[in-house]
């Protein structure tokens, strides 16, 4: 314990004053609670560690990515968490993507789904981050099949991305679901 103390000094006086205020904290936390077990302690401090990685996102890095994290707003959304959002500090966008398997051939349905649920959420980060705001649906059926705008959603992620591999990942995890259930 003493020496976790010890190395969350030496952390302290290289950081920012918000990733101090939360060592501090955890410091307190710590010589507070002496009734609780080791393992516990542990557990409290990797959690905590954890949320100040999660703080320490600033306005110089060129590229933010977030995934299954909520997003705060001024008014309450009750659709606030995609599944991915990228953030780009250089050209001031964001994308929120929102990934499916759907279990029926109902896909362009799925999609015009996803865009509504996030509609709100995207009016809100354009007032508060002051980026534009792209929603991403990525839906694939079980069978691998994909709507006529599929490609022109994928284009829009970053990196490479071959539409052929996600259809035939979609398709082998309905075989590998088929496979443990009917065996």
Known sequence: ???????????MTTTTTTTTTMMMMMMMMMMMTTTTTTTTMMMMM????????MMMTTTTMMMMILWNQQVQTDRTIP????????CDNEKRTCMSIDVAISGDRNVIKKEAEKILKYKDLTIEIQCMWNVKRKVIPVIICVTGTISKSFRKYVSNIPGNHKVKELQKTAILGTAHILRKVLM
């Not at 314990?1 to 952390?11: A, D, T």
């Not at 659709?79 to 990228?86: A, E, R």
């Open 1 to 11: 314990m003493m020496m976790m103390m010890m190395m969350m000094m030496m952390m």
């Open 79 to 86: 659709n606030n968490k995609p599944d991915i959002i990228i």
């Open 46 to 53: 990797m959690m905590m560690m954890m949320m100040m990685m």
